[in-house]
């Protein structure tokens, strides 16, 4: 495996970064996940520029331009023949003097790897959720930015595990359902589609962005609306959208059976065949 | 400088680990730290205990105990020739696969390096404050470990560095104080010390905890409540407790003057002939 690591193109034993490099003494950094089909990372301009806003928040300038960046995944991809795949990008602030404060650490680490993807089903993937006991704070900014401080999620992520099933939903310090732990939540209801707006703590995934697009063009109405998750249960389906398999349905949560609703696989075929379409 | 990093002792140049460690790339890990003092590492036991219940808590398992990781600190204290230092230890979940189950990392990276230390001083050191904007959870249990999620508190720091002064406040989502980015809050008033409950969400430092047994054994009442930031300029005195300097005299708050009480001098030097003493 080939992993690009600021500029170089190095066998994955050879990319390592200094012990005091921020991004591992204090998760200083951010991170994307794109889903590459057919040589091409599908929506490429909105995860660099989720990447690039998040950059402009934490004072962290970025060595590479996004067109320069670009290039260097097309090539990543040809090295390691994997046209079919996970790309994932991380920008950190770089090494740094021991402190919290980013003043004087000026040269960002960045680097791009490409992983396995699970292969692109003809029916929706089914998972079993159960709600983590961790909570998300409500109103917290760096929300927005897909950051390198992942131990909530982890967290959530290692109480699926532990339960047996595929995903964690957490909910925010004030009760209402943000996301799971690595995807966005939506839910069926009188017609609509329905998800938790970003005022919640979201973190608004470009699968979340694609799903509303979609909606919009098949005149689904979609409303943005915070719920407990008691009522989660209640709805006629649940999904959850994230880059590596566009929708998923939700089976069960906490060991309830969930509705279904035959809205899930249109939109699961809808996302696939814009996938396909805007890489092809 | 040399580095500790897993069982060896590197040139800090040789100290690298791979882009795939977890700390990396989500701060999926714990650190301390700690001041040395004559050589040797004061208030080992309660950092070690603390990384400890972190590790516990997050199931990282340390591949050292304390006591053998205690002898390589000796180690590295001895080959920098730094006996008046700061001693940084790292403990991260170590390489994983892409995404946040940490199930499968089962090989923890431990780093252990020593930084320079501000000189002790006669005087308690005394530093200007902001109230940072930023704020953290409520009712957090990550907040009880000392984590390597740390852009609130990096956050902080920078509107700190912006402002041209030393340190940040950091209050709760529910508006009471909790701490400042890298040391805990205290303040005078009616005879007593007084200083936030964990239960708003403090990382309860070591040297807080000397703080509160220097109190006790001096017969000076020590209590913790919750206070909005508006409640702090009305007291009588206001310090802070860090490893680094023990204690610092806080004389402004967002451009208002704070009283100023010479039981912060007490303190501080209790602190130090304490730390002289279990040093020596």
Redesign the interface.
């Known amino acids: 495996m080939i992993?690009f690591?600021n500029g170089r193109f190095l066998p994955?034993s050879d990319?390592?970064?200094?012990?005091?490099?921020r991004?591992?003494?204090?998760?200083?950094?951010l991170?994307e996940?794109l889903r590459v089909v057919n040589g091409k990372p599908f929506r490429w301009r909105e995860h660099i520029r989720r990447l690039q806003n998040g950059a402009e928040f934490?004072?962290i300038r970025s060595p590479f331009a996004g067109e320069s960046l670009r290039g260097f995944a097309d090539e990543l991809v040809r090295l390691n023949q994997m046209p079919d795949s996970?790309l994932?990008i991380?920008l950190?602030r770089g090494p740094g003097?021991?402190?919290?404060?980013?003043?004087g650490a000026d040269t960002p680490t960045v680097?791009m790897?490409l992983?396995p993807a699970p292969p692109v089903q003809t029916e929706p993937p089914g998972w079993h959720l159960v709600t983590s006991s961790?909570?998300?704070?409500?109103?917290?900014?760096?929300a927005q930015f897909k950051?390198?401080?992942?131990?909530?999620?982890?967290?959530?992520?290692?109480q699926?595990?532990t339960a047996g099933v595929q995903e964690a939903l957490l909910l925010n310090?004030d009760g209402f359902i943000v996301e799971a732990?690595?995807s966005n939540l939506f839910w069926l209801e009188d017609g609509c589609v329905w998800t938790p707006p970003p005022a919640v703590g979201v973190l608004p995934g470009v699968t979340r962005s694609v799903i509303m697009e979609i909606c919009a063009a098949s005149s689904i109405p979609i409303q943005q609306i915070a719920i407990p998750p008691e009522k989660l249960p209640l709805s006629e389906g649940v999904f959850l959208s994230l880059s590596s398999a566009g929708v998923v349905e939700a089976l069960t949560l906490d060991g309830t059976g969930l509705a279904r609703s035959p809205l899930v696989k249109t939109l699961f075929n809808r996302y696939w065949d814009l996938v396909r379409h805007e890489c092809r």
């Open positions: 992993v690591l994955e990319a390592v970064i200094s012990v005091f490099d991004g591992f003494l204090y998760g200083d950094g991170f996940t934490l004072r996970l994932r991380t950190s003097v021991r402190g919290y404060s980013p003043s680097v790897s992983h961790f909570r998300l704070p409500a109103n917290e900014p760096l950051t390198c401080n992942k131990l909530p999620q982890i967290l959530a992520r290692s699926a595990d310090t732990s690595s």
